[in-house]
């Protein structure tokens, strides 16, 4: 509810047909999409109270996937033609954490879905088995509430912003390869 009392959006993007613009709104829980006009056309929610913050479509365009600020989950929705159908949504914490953390960047990568995770500080990733999500693992990001983070080849570069650093990942095993 505190970071929840209006409207406040927190990423625009572009749908991968490049005909709609996305808006996702962590105060209002909602993704909404306008035209080139900025003519509204549609909106999907996710679950009350979990915070949409940031979003990505699947290589093909058929899905989409938002990191949920608040809750730290990722809500999967159909994209089909300017319009989101909301399917599930998945913790991307592990099973029985209960302390507070906040989902933040999310990566689409090789059929996984990476998120990280401020607070517990660690990147998650689920992977995508044709529009359902499973939880595979967390990897810790070995630095203090990662912010944004890249993957590039076999490597996720992990800017964290309370230790002021950056620690590269190996993407397959999560060994830490450089702090």
Same mark, same amino acid.
């Given at each position: 509810p505190k970071r929840q009392e209006r409207a406040h959006t927190h990423f625009v993007g572009v749908t991968p047909d490049d005909k709609y613009i996305t808006v996702t709104d962590l105060g209002l829980d909602t993704i909404f999409i306008y035209d080139k006009n900025l003519?509204?056309?549609?909106?999907a929610e996710v679950p009350k109270g979990h915070g949409a913050r940031h979003l990505i479509f699947s290589v093909d365009g058929k899905y989409c996937f938002v990191a949920n600020e608040l809750k730290s989950t990722v809500s999967i929705l159909e994209y089909k033609s300017g319009e989101l159908k909301?399917?599930?949504?998945?913790?991307?914490?592990?099973?029985?954490?209960?302390?507070?953390t906040t989902a933040s960047a999310i990566r689409f990568n090789e059929n996984h879905i990476?998120?990280?995770n401020r607070g517990l500080n660690t990147i998650s990733v689920l992977e995508n088995q044709n529009g359902r999500l499973v939880y595979k693992d967390t990897y810790s990001c070995s630095g203090?509430?990662?912010?944004?983070?890249? @993957? *590039?080849?076999?490597? @996720? *570069?992990?800017t964290n912003e309370k230790s002021d650093s950056v620690t590269v990942l190996d993407k397959h095993n999560s060994n830490v390869v450089h702090i």
């Open positions: 003519d509204f056309i549609n909106k909301y399917i599930d949504t998945v913790s991307c914490l592990p099973e029985g954490y209960t302390g507070e990476y998120v990280s203090n509430f990662p912010r944004d983070f890249d @993957i *590039i080849g076999n490597y @996720i *570069i992990c």
